[in-house]
């Protein structure tokens, strides 16, 4: 699964905000969540038209993106 399955970048969906493939929640939002103790489960009972695996290959592709800088 690539970044461009993952996430859609439109100025026509939230002015370019980076969310979701599919969906309006912004991936920014994942983090807000996960930084403020909300468990994973949580995130996606919020906001149910993320899958698990979306949030599960975002996060780990931020973890490859940080180690490998």
């Known amino acids: ?7 859609t970048i439109d100025p026509d969906i939230l002015g370019g ?13 994942l983090f807000d969540y996960l930084e403020s103790n909300y468990t994973l489960d949580e995130f996606l009972e919020c906001f149910p038209t993320v899958n698990r695996e979306m949030a599960l290959r975002v996060l780990e ?8 800088a």
């Not at 699964?1 to 996430?7: H, K, R, Y």
């Not at 905000?17 to 939002?29: A, E, L, N, Q």
């Not at 592709?61 to 490998?68: D, H, K, N, P, V």
């Open 61 to 68: 592709r931020s973890e490859s993106a940080l180690l490998t």
């Open 17 to 29: 905000t980076p969310v979701f493939k599919g969906t309006r929640v912004p991936v920014r939002s």
């Open 1 to 7: 699964m690539t970044a461009t399955d993952l996430i």
